[in-house]
């Protein structure tokens, strides 16, 4: 990620690689084109948050960013001035990763090669509550199936049209829902078709097996649970598979 000139034939422009860039509050920002890896770089994922992350002032033992080191991108581009929040956000739709603030490092993790962390017995929930008070031992709280989109739409770099924005489909089935809306992603990504409409079926996808919200507490001895685990969850004769979002620490329980 030096800081040098090119000259891109396929848009007829020089790019800026890696200049102009300050760093505040809200995070590192640029007045330039900052274009990460070109075929012959072989910049990672973890190469472009890392470099995001050290223009807002983190330094590099503050970083775990090893797991994405697997995902090389076919280019990402910062084309205007924002938070590398917002940046490495988008870049969250593109791959599917985490970024989860553990203990005094920021952790980045794929959900693809998410294990399962431990399994709970339903006799470890509801920590802390009155043993004879009733209650629902995982809180749930689903949105509402008409609120998830018929059809999502990701924008992005298209690879093979000289990197000119494109945009693919994706439809829930009409058999299975009754909603009509649409949402619109925009990814700084460059991606071939295929790889993107892939991308715009998982992002529907995701928006339906994420519609539910449960609530658990447990025993302070599950302090090792942080967000971006997956745990699995028994009541009754169900387990459930749950992907940690928010965890809170009271004295006694979790």
Known sequence: LNSF??????????????????????????DAVLFYSLPETQITLADICTDQSLRVGLTSSQLSYSDLASVIPRGAA??????????????????????TDIGDK????????????????????????????????ISTVRHND????????????????????????AK???????????????????FKPGEAADAAL??????????????????????EVTPSDVIEVARGTRNHFIRVTKTKLDPTTL
């Open 202 to 223: 998982r992002d529907l996808h995701l928006l339906w097996v994420e519609r539910s919200i449960k609530t658990i507490s447990l025993p302070i001895t599950y302090l």
């Open 106 to 137: 920021i952790v980045g993790t794929l959900r693809s090669e998410s294990a399962l962390l431990l399994s709970i017995p339903e006799d470890e929930l509801a920590a802390g509550t009155d043993p004879t008070t009733v209650i629902d031992k």
């Open 172 to 190: 829930r089935s009409s058999i299975t829902q009754y909603s009509s809306g649409k949402n619109t992603i925009n990814v700084p990504v460059v």
């Open 5 to 30: 000139h090119t000259f891109d034939p396929t848009t007829g422009a020089f790019i800026t690689y890696g200049t102009t860039f300050t760093d505040d509050a809200l995070g590192g920002s640029s």
């Open 146 to 169: 008409l609120e998830i989109p018929k059809d999502l739409s990701l924008s992005y770099y298209d690879f093979d049209h000289d990197y000119q924005q494109n945009a693919q489909q």
């Open 78 to 99: 910062l084309l205007q001035r924002s938070p590398s929040r917002s940046f490495l956000e988008a870049l969250q739709m593109a791959f599917l990763f985490d970024l």
